[in-house]
């Protein structure tokens, strides 16, 4: 069993830069783990932000946060981050990490941290 508990999050201006940090216990991670940033925006369904593999680092990100958003980790600490810069409204939203311990499907989710970029 993993735990996952966000942090970081906050109300910024546009154009600011934020950094989400992602503590995980519990659990083995294994070469086919990923670790994921998702997000989800008042009415609209959660997305996809960012993902990177525990083991090799490649790392793969949607197109609306590509070149402003950078995912990394500290695997001895078990933290996940997303740095965020160059925020924009439709930023807003709350940000979940999530572990996919197998490459079968993200199967643990953290309790969200809100994320409010104000213009």
């Known amino acids: 069993q993993v735990q996952l508990v966000e942090s970081g999050g906050g109300l910024v201006q546009v154009g600011d830069s934020l950094r989400l940090s992602c503590a995980a216990s519990?659990?083995?991670?294994?070469?086919?783990?990923?670790m994921g940033w998702f997000r989800q925006a008042p009415g609209k369904e959660r997305e996809f932000v960012a993902r990177?593999?525990?083991?090799?680092?490649?790392?793969s990100y949607a197109d609306s946060v590509k070149g402003r958003f950078t995912i990394s980790k500290d695997n001895a600490k078990k933290m996940l981050y997303l740095q965020m810069n160059s925020l924009k409204p439709e930023d807003t939203a709350v940000y979940y990490c999530?572990?996919?311990?197998?490459?079968?499907?993200?199967?643990?989710w953290g309790q969200g941290t809100q994320v409010t970029v104000s213009s």
């Open positions: 990177i593999r525990w083991i090799y680092d490649t790392t």
């Open positions: 519990g659990g083995t991670f294994s070469p086919f783990t990923m």
């Open positions: 999530a572990v996919n311990p197998r490459s079968t499907g993200y199967e643990y």
